[in-house]
Nanobody
Framework: VQLVESGGGSVQTGGSLRLSCAASGYTGSRYCMGWSRQDPGKEREGVAAVASDGRVKYAASVEGRFTISKDNSKNILTLQMTNLKSEDTATYFC??????????????????????WGPGTQVTVS
C-alpha cells in the first residue's frame, strides 16, 4: 500500500487548504483511513478519520472547520480545511489500514492501528 499526500502549503490565518491523499496497491472499500498531524517536539495527533462503514470523526480542535471525504472509486482521501488557525500548522499525514477498523472513534484515536502512512505534507498558517 502506498500513500502520497499533496496540497500542503502556506496560508494566512482564516484561509483554506485542501489536502489529498492518493492511495495505491490495494482494492476494496472497507479500509480505515485518516489524517493526523505532528508538530516538531509534539506527539502525532489524529485530526479526522473515516471508519470502515463510512462514519467520520473529527478532533474537537477542528470540528466544524475540517471536512474529510473518501472517494472509493479513485482511492483518494481528502481533507478540506477552512478557517485555518496558526495552531493548525504542522506536518499532515495520511494513513490507511486495509483490514478496517471498528469505529470512527478508533479510527481517529488509535493511530497505532494504521499499517500504512504517507510521507506527509507541510501546512503552515501565519
Amino acid at each position: 500500500v502506498q500513500l502520497v499526500e499533496s496540497g500542503g502549503g502556506s496560508v494566512q490565518t482564516g484561509g483554506s487548504l485542501r489536502l489529498s491523499c492518493a492511495a495505491s496497491g490495494y482494492t476494496g472499500s472497507r479500509y480505515c483511513m485518516g489524517w493526523s498531524r505532528q508538530d516538531p517536539g509534539k506527539e502525532r495527533e489524529g485530526v479526522a478519520a473515516v471508519a470502515s462503514d463510512g462514519r467520520v470523526k473529527y478532533a474537537a480542535s477542528v470540528e466544524g472547520r475540517f471536512t474529510i471525504s473518501k472517494d472509493n472509486s479513485k482511492n483518494i482521501l481528502t481533507l478540506q480545511m477552512t478557517n485555518l488557525k496558526s495552531e493548525d500548522t504542522a506536518t499532515y499525514f495520511c494513513a490507511a489500514e486495509p483490514t478496517g477498523c471498528m469505529s470512527p472513534v478508533q479510527a481517529l484515536g488509535s493511530l497505532s492501528l494504521y499499517g500504512n502512512w504517507g510521507p506527509g505534507t507541510q501546512v503552515t498558517v501565519s
